[in-house]
Every structure is written in structure tokens, then in C-alpha cells.
T-cell receptor, first 114, second 117 residues
Framework: DGGITQSPKYLFRKEGQNVTLSCEQN?????MYWYRQDPGQGLRLIYY???????QKGDIAEGYSVSREKKESFPLTVTSAQKNPTAFYLC?????????????FGPGTRLTVL | AQTVTQSQPEMSVQEAETVTLSCTYD???????LFWYKQPPSRQMILVIR??????QNATENRFSVNFQKAAKSFSLKISDSQLGDAAMYFC??????????????FGTGTRLQVTL
């Protein structure tokens, strides 16, 4: 089965801790994205990657970091510098980043700060 | 910057009836892409339908169709023969023709659709 997996489904973080959200895809897609969803709002882009070892900041990158060591994987780290990290995080991928390639989403991770 | 507006926070439709969800957007670009995504209670975003701005023909996918009015910057979604499984949040999204972070999706705030018996 081809698709995008995210883990864990629910994550709890104490103040001052860094946590890492996993995103894996077996669709052979080049482009991968991280979005954040807050109540009553649409999704906002955190980070984007088009190839291995290259990524670009999105609209709300402060307090987040990413890596892209393998084509299939694009983990997101929420650092202690992120002031309000409680949100729903969605990972997406597309074949490439041009000609309006459709983005497909994973099931998401709900992060709660205790 | 592009913006997407969904002015209907909630809509309700009876099973087997037709409902139309509204979306307007603001852009200075001539080439772009528009999408409707569905987010059921599981919260996974599922693609419903996609429209290329350079195509005049409205996209259709089974019971789902769009009314794309480029000059008016309007992109509404029509759901025919509504089913209980259609109950979800529906998001309208805009994508630029650009690459890199310009390939991001810009979302509206969503419309919650209820389907009643």
C-alpha cells in the first residue's frame, strides 16, 4: 500500500522539551511539506523540502527544525523555542513542486504541551 | 500574497439532496491551481477535486463538481446526492504556479458540512 505515515498519532510534551514528529512516504515523491493546523484556521506551511539535504522555511518556521536525509523521510522537530506548539501537524508530499502537483496528506499528529 | 475566503462556517444538507459550498480567493496571478479537500473526524486531509486555472471546463469527480469563475475569483463545490459519509470539514485551497515554498497550499478557514437524515 502506497501512502504517507505519521507517528505518533498523539504526542504530549512538557515545557522546555524538544520533540520529533515522524513523516514517512513510500510514494517516491520528491517534494515534502509540513503544515500546522490550529482551531478555526486553515493549514499554514512550516517547512518544505524538494530534495534530500535541502529544505526551505515556510511562513511559520520559528521554533521548528527539519531534516531530509532520505527521500522517504522528513521528520519535524518542535523545539523549546516554539512558544505555542499545541496544534495538529500534517505532513504532505507531491511528485514534484511544479505544474500544480497535487499534495497528499498523512493522518497527522496531535501535539499537546502539558 | 494570496488569500482564500470561505464565508460559510457551517452548512447543513439532507441526505440525497444537493449542497454548494462557497470559496473566493484573491490573487494577481494568471496561472494557478485550486483544490477542495475534505477533513473527516479522523482529521486526515483527503483530496476531493482539483481545478487548473487555465482550463475553462469545470472539474467533476463523481458526485462532486465545481463552478469555477476565474474573473470573479470564485470556486464553489457542489455535492450532489449527499451521503452521511460526506459529513466533514471542507477546505478550499489555492496553489501558485511557482516552485519551492511558492508551491505551498494556501487554505481557507473551512466549512463544516452536516448531513441529516
Amino acid at each position: 500500500d502506497g501512502g504517507i505515515t505519521q507517528s505518533p498519532k498523539y504526542l504530549f510534551r512538557k515545557e522546555g522539551q524538544n520533540v520529533t514528529l515522524s513523516c514517512e512516504q513510500n510514494l517516491n515523491h520528491d517534494a515534502m511539506y509540513w503544515y500546522r493546523q490550529d482551531p478555526g484556521q486553515g493549514l499554514r506551511l512550516i517547512y518544505y523540502s524538494q530534495i534530500v539535504n535541502d529544505f526551505q522555511k515556510g511562513d511559520i518556521a520559528e521554533g521548528y527544525s527539519v531534516s531530509r536525509e532520505k527521500k522517504e523521510s522528513f521528520p519535524l522537530t518542535v523545539t523549546s523555542a516554539q512558544k505555542n506548539p499545541t496544534a495538529f501537524y500534517l505532513c504532505a508530499s507531491s511528485i514534484d513542486d511544479w505544474r500544480g502537483d497535487t499534495q497528499y496528506f498523512g493522518p497527522g499528529t496531535r501535539l499537546t504541551v502539558l | 500574497a494570496q488569500t482564500v475566503t470561505q464565508s460559510q462556517p457551517e452548512m447543513s444538507v439532507q441526505e440525497a439532496e444537493t449542497v454548494t459550498l462557497s470559496c473566493t480567493y484573491d490573487t494577481s496571478e494568471s496561472d494557478y491551481y485550486l483544490f477542495w479537500y475534505k477533513q473527516p473526524p479522523s482529521r486526515q486531509m483527503i483530496l476531493v477535486i482539483r481545478q487548473e486555472a487555465y482550463k475553462q471546463q469545470n472539474a467533476t469527480e463523481n458526485r462532486f463538481s465545481v463552478n469555477f469563475q476565474k474573473a470573479a475569483k470564485s470556486f464553489s463545490l457542489k455535492i450532489s446526492d449527499s451521503q452521511l459519509g460526506d459529513a466533514a470539514m471542507y477546505f478550499c485551497a489555492y496553489r501558485s504556479e511557482g516552485r519551492g515554498t511558492a508551491s505551498k497550499l494556501t487554505f481557507g478557514t473551512g466549512t463544516r458540512l452536516q448531513v441529516t437524515l
